[in-house]
């Protein structure tokens, strides 16, 4: 097996840092620990935006029942993806200590942010000593995107990560951050089989967890193995681990995995945004494709040259056919190339090339961070933040909690577009689910009979038969909803909305 790459040599080097480098890393740690305090402080706010809704609408499942919770969104006995290891627990902490479905996300905020943070560091720790390393990198995976915003689930750009922190998808991106960095200390150590078994579990965890986050962790993976050319000797050992691995995913009770390779039909039209505005959304990761250049030159099988190199190709296969839901891969390009833009900082080269690199690269963090100032929003509120930051601010949505008091656990609420994504994550159901459901049978019956009912020109008769049918409980309409006599108005809410309830 070959030796470390000389800038992860043990931290001996390190240590004799004269006083003035020592200094110059002082800066890069405390701005990664500012952000990681405003991220902080975005949890306790949890402004609510895209899977929020569902993410809660699961735990809210879970706490009623975790044997058999059934779909989250419809009220149906159905298996659900969304059912992994990790909103299994988050739904028993929320049944046995009584919190809200909100408490326990913050909880699970706050768990994403550590295992992000220690991952990270973990990783980076594993391919430079430098004590800037771990912060830099940081500041890369977070800065160096773009100047159009990109806020999806599994991309952690800082605006991004600032609304879904809370979700499954930064829960797994922490695991996998941990599963690079154990995968390349076992293949320098020749780890016992213990460690492999390990692997191979914490690998289908990261897969339950979050399928899309679990293909850029595999191809990290891959990669990782790729660079560190194992001898023969390893073979059972990874094949082990990957067989234990696939042995877990084929176990899962809650849904069949493997039957979500041939349900993503439904995805493609969605993820096509990912292609979208695409130099205005990552032109800042072309740094980090520079700074790939000369690591491929010293060593053209370097774990992030390989890493990114697959990640790019699985994104450019997906545009190519026109299956759009691989952009989800897109991390597995970019975090490689942060990485290496950051690394390049305190690299191998000479001082004066490292100098340039860091200017270049404060430069990039300027720029990345002024096009994500908006999210400082969710921490002081948008009317704190000067007109030139607002026009950066996401406006979360505001949810649905006046429904509340009138609306009770499993009451079926005929409602549509985003006001569907978000009803279910307070107990009740609706008749289209407001995300594509896999293992859903009737789904698209479902959407055409709520399609129906909001059409103007839809009989009465036919709208109370559809009523019936799903055993609606509530409209959630305008003011003026002419859906008949049988509504009778009991809450109004923000935009017009007013909550009609079906009189027998």
Not at 7 to 32: D, L, M, T, W
Not at 126 to 147: F, K, N, V, Y
Not at 195 to 217: D, E, K, M, N, S
Not at 393 to 413: A, C, L, M, N, S
């Amino acid at each position: 097996m070959r030796a470390a790459p000389s800038e992860a040599r043990p931290a001996g080097r390190a240590a004799a840092r004269p006083p003035a480098a020592a200094k110059r890393s002082v800066a890069p740690r405390a701005a990664a620990a500012l952000v990681l305090v405003l991220l902080l402080l975005v949890v306790v706010r949890l402004p609510w935006a895209g899977d929020l809704g569902m993410h809660a609408a699961t735990v809210q499942r879970l706490r009623h029942d975790l044997a058999h919770p059934g779909n989250p969104l419809v009220d149906a006995d159905t298996p659900s993806p969304y059912y992994s290891p990790w909103m299994l627990l988050l739904g028993g902490i929320a049944r046995l200590t009584g919190w809200s479905v909100f408490v326990v996300l913050r909880l699970a905020a706050l768990a994403a942010l550590a295992l992000l943070a220690t991952g990270v560091r973990r990783y980076v720790r594993a391919l430079s000593a430098h004590r800037a390393a771990p912060a830099l990198a940081a500041l890369s995976l977070l800065l160096l995107w773009g100047t159009v915003l990109i806020n999806w689930s599994g991309f952690p750009s800082l605006n991004s990560l600032a609304l879904t922190v809370s979700y499954p998808s930064a829960f797994a991106l922490g695991l996998a951050f941990h599963h690079w960095a154990w995968l390349t200390r076992a293949l320098r150590t020749c780890a016992g089989w213990e460690v492999w078994l390990g692997l191979g579990a914490l690998w289908a965890l990261i897969l339950l967890c979050h399928q899309f986050t679990g293909v850029v962790a595999t191809l990290g993976a891959l990669a990782t193995v790729i660079a560190a050319r194992p001898g023969r000797s390893l073979a059972p050992r990874l094949a082990a681990g990957a067989a234990l691995g696939l042995l877990v995913l084929w176990l899962w009770p809650y849904y069949d995995f493997f039957a979500l390779f041939s349900a993503g039909g439904d995805l493609e039209g969605v993820h096509r945004a990912l292609y979208a505005y695409f130099p205005g959304r990552y032109w800042l990761a072309l740094l980090g494709v520079a700074a790939l250049i000369p690591r491929g030159r010293r060593d053209h099988r370097d774990a992030l040259v390989v890493f990114f190199a697959l990640g790019a190709l699985v994104c450019a296969a997906g545009f190519a056919t026109g299956h759009y839901s691989w952009g989800r891969a897109l991390p597995a390009a970019l975090i490689p190339a942060q990485l290496a833009a950051a690394l390049a900082v305190v690299g191998p080269a000479r001082r004066a090339v490292r100098v340039r690199w860091a200017r270049v690269l404060g430069a990039a963090f300027a720029v990345g961070a002024w096009t994500q100032s908006g999210m400082l929003g969710y921490v002081v509120g948008r009317a704190a933040l000067p007109a030139a930051v607002a026009v950066n601010y996401t406006r979360p949505w505001p949810g649905y909690h006046w429904i509340t008091p009138h609306v009770r656990y499993g009451d079926v609420v005929m409602a549509r577009d985003e006001p569907s994504r978000m009803i279910p994550a307070y107990g009740a159901y609706t008749v289209a689910a407001g995300y594509p459901e896999f293992f859903l049978p009737d789904e698209a019956r479902r959407e055409r009979a709520v399609r129906r009912y909001y059409t103007r020109s839809t009989p009465l008769g036919v709208r109370r038969d559809i009523l019936r049918a799903y055993a609606v409980r509530w409209v959630l309409d305008g003011t003026r909803p002419e859906r008949g006599p049988r509504l009778r108005p009991v809450a109004h809410g923000p935009g017009r909305q007013v909550l009609y309830a079906v009189l027998p």
